[in-house]
């Protein structure tokens, strides 16, 4: 190999790991939605090898920047276990559900090719279970019905499945995946177990697994209709819950046009509910401040931790039983409309729920806002030493929890001065409220709003604000000496008899002018530190 194509791939390899941008933990959503811009595969999967990642980020904006030809670093993230299964997998479902048709089939495409290597892997190792089958299987299978493969895809991968079948060399685990691949892909040429699919069969099959196969996979709405209802029937026809027992046709008409068993509440319903306190037991919320560039944000710290996260998302659905009166059972708030639970629920929208610093969607997921203004941190300011939440039902509490808050001392919040001029005249306030420090400081005669400083009591002493005079001009460059006069050329050698003669000295260059002196810096003006104990109210 020739020496530059070393160097070469040199550079290649250096290149790869250090033109890899490098991002901050804990990693924002604000963040993502900057850095998505120029590097938006790196920034994706930074944020979700994050615990507390929310999958939501990658419907929209986020996940359509992804370019095609990284559709593959986005598998392997999830064949290495860089990022969760589950969200990694919630991710792709909002990338296939709401990328542009083009690029969720050419995502599709490359799934697709994952899962049949995985397939293949496997039976070439018997294994029980290929990195990732399952996730694939379930990406491709439950994919939105308008999104198709194209059909030398399809017709390929429905081949070699076939081919897979016959050799009979996949482990039980894996073989039901297969065959229930096969099928969807049958389905989608509006064919089952070699018949075609019309409504009269529909109404002969009972398997709630095939009917939900049908419904998603069947080539036109129709079907899909008639598979959709055919299941629910099936299912409430099977069901062992009371209230769905005493009304099978409710329940299907409600399942029907909505996809969720909403049941009507009266107005003096008694209700109340129970939140799985190991939800929120040990952890606690961070708020964190730069009060120059008027941001606040919050982060979670675990009680055992000493480092910041991203707040998590709490599913309510999972951890908020509900008590109803008249119910036979606990019940939740209603979920995702596309798995047609026929268990009774509440829409979130019914409970009463206001806090600046949570938002409850309609899926009962419970978010936190990653930043706020500082008007809205210092509303926190008077929640005391937890931030509080109530969740109420025709304004009666029904639940309510709380959550460890702390203000972070920023560092010490400078104003400076422009070049040479004096530090600007600053006019500060300072009050405490249940037991923090609030500072409110604002320029003398500027129409900047005023910057917001919440501290803990604790922090007060060791933190100040201040006025800073500005840097003095820098002098003026002295101007360069006069260069020497050259010196007189030697004689030249006679060879080989005579040794060439020495040159003449040059004179000596003239000397550089001083330059001038800087100005000198303005002086600050000082304002004083924070006290341990802050009366109602001192204007410095």
């Known amino acids: ?34 850095d998505s811009r120029r590097h938006p595969t790196h920034a994706l999967l930074h944020y979700l090898s994050q615990k507390e990642a929310d999958p939501s980020v990658c419907a929209g904006k986020v996940g359509s920047r992804i ?21 990694w997998e919630a991710c792709i479902k909002q990338m296939l559900d709401g990328l542009k048709s083009q690029k969720a089939t050419e995502l599709l495409v490359v799934l697709t090719e994952a899962y049949l290597e995985a397939v293949e892997g496997a039976a070439a190792s018997d294994a029980t279970a290929g990195t990732g089958i399952k996730i694939f299987h379930d990406l491709i299978v439950q994919r939105p019905a308008g999104l198709t493969l194209p059909g030398a895809e399809h017709e390929r991968l429905l081949e070699e499945l076939r081919q897979i079948e016959a050799d009979n060399r996949l482990s039980p685990t894996v073989a039901p995946l297969v065959s229930d691949m096969r ?24 398997a709630p697994k095939t009917l939900e196969r049908m419904m998603r996979r069947l080539p036109n709405e129709e079907l899909r209709i008639g598979a959709k209802r055919r299941l629910l029937e099936v299912r409430i026809g099977r069901s062992t819950i009371e209230e769905v027992r005493d009304d099978p046709r409710g329940t299907l008409e409600r399942l029907m046009s909505t996809g ?8 003096d319903a008694q209700v109340s509910a129970v939140l799985e306190q190991s939800t929120v037991a040990n952890w606690s919320v961070w708020v964190k401040q730069d009060p120059l560039a008027r941001q606040v944000g919050m982060f979670a710290k675990h009680r055992s931790k000493s480092k910041e996260k991203l707040l998590p998302v709490i599913d309510l659905r999972r ?23 026929l268990v009774p629920c509440i829409p979130s929208s019914l409970v009463e729920f206001s806090n600046i610093a949570a938002d409850l969607d309609e899926q009962g997921k419970l978010r936190f806002a990653e930043g706020l203004t500082a008007g809205a941190a210092l509303h926190l300011v008077g929640q005391s030493s937890t931030l509080d ?16 808050i702390r203000f972070e001392q920023p560092q010490d919040t400078r104003f400076a001065a422009g070049t040479g001029a004096q530090g600007p005249p600053l006019r500060a306030t300072m009050f405490s409220v249940r037991g923090r420090v609030v500072i409110e400081v604002s320029v003398e005669g500027d129409s900047e709003p005023t910057r917001v400083i919440v501290l803990e009591a604790s922090d007060a ?73 802050c009366p109602d109210s001192v204007s410095g």
């Open 1 to 34: 190999m020739r020496p530059y194509s070393i160097v070469f791939i040199g550079l290649t390899m250096l290149c790869a790991v250090a033109c890899v941008p490098r991002f901050p933990y804990p990693y924002t959503k604000a963040q993502l939605k900057a």
């Open 67 to 87: 370019q095609t030809d990284d559709y593959e670093s986005l598998i392997e993230a999830l064949q290495k276990k860089r990022i969760s299964p589950a969200i």
């Open 183 to 206: 099928e969807a892909l049958e389905l989608e040429s509006g064919r089952w177990q070699g018949k075609t699919v019309t409504p009269a069969l529909l109404a002969t099959v009972d």
């Open 260 to 267: 969720v068993n909403a049941i009507p509440l009266p107005a």
């Open 319 to 341: 951890h908020l039983s509900i008590s109803v009166e008249g119910i036979s059972q606990a019940i939740t708030f209603c979920g995702d409309p596309r798995s047609l639970a």
């Open 389 to 404: 939440f109530t969740f109420s039902f025709k304004g009666r509490p029904i639940v309510q929890f709380a959550l460890p």
């Open 461 to 533: 002493p060791g933190f100040s604000v201040i006025s800073a005079g500005g840097q003095g001009q820098t002098g003026r460059t002295g101007s360069p000496g006069s260069d020497g006069m050259a010196g007189m050329r030697g004689t030249s050698a006679i060879c080989p008899y005579t040794s060439g003669g020495a040159g003449g000295a040059g004179t000596t260059g003239g000397g550089a002018v001083t330059g001038a002196p800087g100005e000198t810096a303005a002086t600050g003006v000082p304002y004083r530190r924070g006290s341990d104990a």
